[in-house]
C-alpha cells in the first residue's frame, strides 16, 4: 500500500431529507452493506493515516454499525450536534488536525469512490492549493457545477438550487465533493464562510470561491467513472447503485469461470467464493460469506447464507439455506428450507417440503418429502418417511434426538424428543414415539385398522 501523508474526513452527519426516512443515509445497504462501510473500506486502502468520520443524526446506531476492527489506521469519530451544512461539519474536525497536514474530504453518500483514483488526486496536490474531484455527467442534476472563467480556472461551485440561468444549466462538469487541501487553508477559508441566505446552511463548497478570490491555485481532475462519483441522495439513486454494483459484481464472477444466467437476476450481498463450472440460475441471491465447491448447480429464486457447498452438490430451484454445511454429491429442494446448523453428509438428499434445523443429516440419508427435522442427530442411510415430524419443543425446552444408522422410519411418523431410536430399528408408518427403540426392533403405535361390516352412510338432509 502506498502510505500518504494526508488524514480523510468523511461527513456522514446528514439525515438524508430527499430518502423521506427516519434511517441515517449511512446506514443504508447496497450489496448487503452500509454505504459508509464501502467508503471507509476503500478509504483505508488509500494509504491515509487516519479517518475522521464526522457523524450526527442518528449517531450512536451510525457508531455502532459501522465496523473499524480490521483497519489498522485509527478512526475518530467527531459529533456534528447540529446539522448546518457540509462546511460547518469539516469546521468540527479541524481542530484537532494541525495546520500543515493535508486533508482528503469525502462525503459518506459517495460509497463507491475508488482508492486509485483518490491517490491519482493525491499525486496532483502537490501543484496546487485544492485538487477537486470532478466528472462531466450528461445528467448533472442535483449536483454543484463547477464555474470556470474564460481562461478555464475554477472560480466557483453553484449548488444545482441555485442555477438561475440557462448557461448555468448547460454546465455538465459536477463537483464529485472530494478534493484535497491543507488543514491551515481550509481552517482560514471556513472562517470566512457566511450561511447561504435560503437554507441557512455553511456550504463547504462555498471555499472554492474564496480561495480563488484570494489568489490560491485550484486545479481539478476528472472522474470518467460515473459509478465511483454517484451520490445517493434519494431511493431511486440507492436501487440504481445497487443495480451497477451487483451488475459489476456479476462481471467479476463470469470473468472467474461461474455462470450466471441472467446477470440483471441475481444479487451478491456479501462474499462468494467459488470453484469451477458452478452453475447459477436466475433470481438467487447470495448472503453473508458462502462458498460453492466444483460444478455446484443453484436452482432458480434460491437464497443462500453464510453456507458451504461443496463439489458436484444440486439445490433445486426455491430453497432457502441459512449457516449450512451441505456435503459433497448431495441434492437439496425444491422447496427446501435448511436453517442454521444444518449439516448434510456426503450423497445425503433432502426433497420438496422440508425444514431442518441445528441438525446432522448421516452419509446417504434421505429425507424427501414434507418433513421438520430439528435438533438432531441422524446416522448414514437412514430413510425418513414423508410427513415425519421430530417434535423437538414441549413448550419450554427444546430436546435432543438420535437415530442410528440405516433405521427406517415410515411415513407420518412423530418422534417426541428426547428420543433415541437404535442402528437399524424400524418404525412403522404413523406412529408416535415416546420412548427410546433398541437396535434392531421394528415398532408401530398406531390403531390397528379394522371393519365394520353393514356400515351404512347417513343420508344428507334435503
Ligand atoms: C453535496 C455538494 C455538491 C456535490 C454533491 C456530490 C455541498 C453544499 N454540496 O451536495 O456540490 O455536487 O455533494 O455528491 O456540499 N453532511 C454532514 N453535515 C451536514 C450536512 C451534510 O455531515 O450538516 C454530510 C451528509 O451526511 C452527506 C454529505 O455531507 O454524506 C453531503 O451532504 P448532502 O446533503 O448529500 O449534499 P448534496 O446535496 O449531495
Ligand atoms: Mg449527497
Known amino acids: 500500500m502506498v502510505h500518504i501523508n494526508c488524514s480523510a474526513i468523511i461527513l456522514a452527519a446528514g439525515r438524508g431529507n430527499r430518502m423521506l426516512s427516519d434511517t441515517p443515509k449511512a446506514l443504508y445497504q447496497i450489496g448487503g452493506k452500509f454505504i459508509l462501510q464501502h467508503l471507509m473500506d476503500s478509504v483505508i486502502q488509500v494509504g491515509v493515516k487516519s479517518v475522521y468520520v464526522v457523524y450526527g443524526y442518528k449517531g450512536a446506531a451510525v457508531m455502532e454499525n459501522i465496523n473499524t476492527d480490521k483497519f489498522k489506521i485509527p478512526v475518530y469519530w467527531i459529533l456534528q450536534d447540529e446539522l448546518i451544512g ?44 485544492i485538487s477537486i474531484l470532478t466528472a462531466t455527467l450528461p445528467n448533472p442534476n442535483g449536483y454543484g457545477r463547477i464555474i470556470r472563467n474564460q481562461e478555464g480556472s475554477v472560480v466557483s461551485i453553484l449548488e444545482h438550487d441555485d ?8 454546465i455538465k462538469e ?24 435560503l437554507t441557512n446552511e455553511f456550504y463547504l463548497t462555498d471555499i472554492v470561491h474564496i480561495a480563488y478570490q484570494s489568489g490560491y ?10 459509478f465511483e462519483i454517484m451520490g445517493v441522495n434519494s431511493k431511486s439513486d440507492l436501487v440504481y447503485l ?25 444479487d451478491l450481498r ?39 457447498v ?20 448431495s441434492k437439496v429442494g425444491p422447496f427446501v428450507r435448511l436453517r442454521p446448523g444444518t449439516e448434510l453428509k456426503e450423497k445425503s438428499h433432502v426433497g420438496n417440503f422440508v425444514e431442518i434445523k441445528n441438525t446432522r443429516l448421516g452419509e446417504r440419508s434421505k429425507v424427501r418429502h414434507l418433513s421438520y427435522l430439528g435438533d438432531a442427530n441422524i446416522g448414514t442411510q437412514v430413510n425418513i418417511g414423508a410427513g415425519t415430524i421430530i417434535c423437538n419443543y414441549d413448550g419450554i425446552k427444546k430436546h435432543h434426538t438420535i437415530i442410528g444408522d440405516n433405521v427406517f422410519i415410515g411415513a407420518d411418523s412423530q418422534l417426541v424428543a428426547p428420543v433415541t431410536i437404535g442402528k437399524r430399528a ?7 414415539v415416546t420412548k427410546d427403540v433398541p437396535a434392531g426392533e421394528t415398532i408401530i403405535s398406531r390403531i390397528r385398522q379394522f371393519s365394520i361390516l353393514n356400515w351404512k352412510r347417513s343420508k344428507k338432509k334435503k
Open 426 to 432: 424400524i418404525i412403522g408408518a404413523g406412529t408416535t
Open 242 to 266: 445497487d443495480r451497477q454494483y451487483q451488475k459489476r459484481q456479476v462481471q467479476y464472477l463470469l470473468s472467474s469461470g461461474l455462470i450466471i444466467t441472467d446477470p440483471n437476476r441475481f
Open 217 to 226: 491555485v485550484i486545479h481539478t481532475m476528472c472522474s470518467t467513472d460515473t
Open 163 to 170: 442555477i438561475v440561468n440557462d448557461d448555468q444549466k448547460q
Open 310 to 329: 461443496e463439489d458436484d452438490v444440486v439445490i433445486y430451484p426455491f430453497s432457502i439455506i441459512e449457516n449450512a454445511k451441505i456435503s459433497f454429491q
Open 86 to 129: 457540509t462546511g460547518n461539519a469539516v469546521q468540527r474536525v479541524l481542530p484537532v488536525i494541525s495546520d500543515s497536514e493535508e486533508v482528503l474530504i469525502l462525503y459518506g453518500d459517495v460509497p463507491f469512490i475508488s482508492y486509485q483514483t483518490l491517490q491519482r488526486l493525491h499525486s496532483i496536490k502537490s501543484q496546487c492549493d
Open 174 to 197: 459536477i463537483n464529485t465533493g472530494i478534493f484535497i487541501a491543507v488543514s491551515g487553508h481550509l481552517k482560514f477559508w471556513l472562517n470566512t464562510l457566511t450561511p447561504h441566505r
Open 270 to 308: 456479501g462474499t462468494l467464493v467459488h470453484g469451477k463450472d458452478v452453475n447459477i440460475d436466475v433470481n438467487v441471491i447470495i448472503e453473508g460469506h458462502v462458498s460453492l465447491g466444483n460444478r455446484v448447480k443453484i436452482g432458480a429464486s434460491c437464497i443462500l447464507k453464510d453456507t458451504v
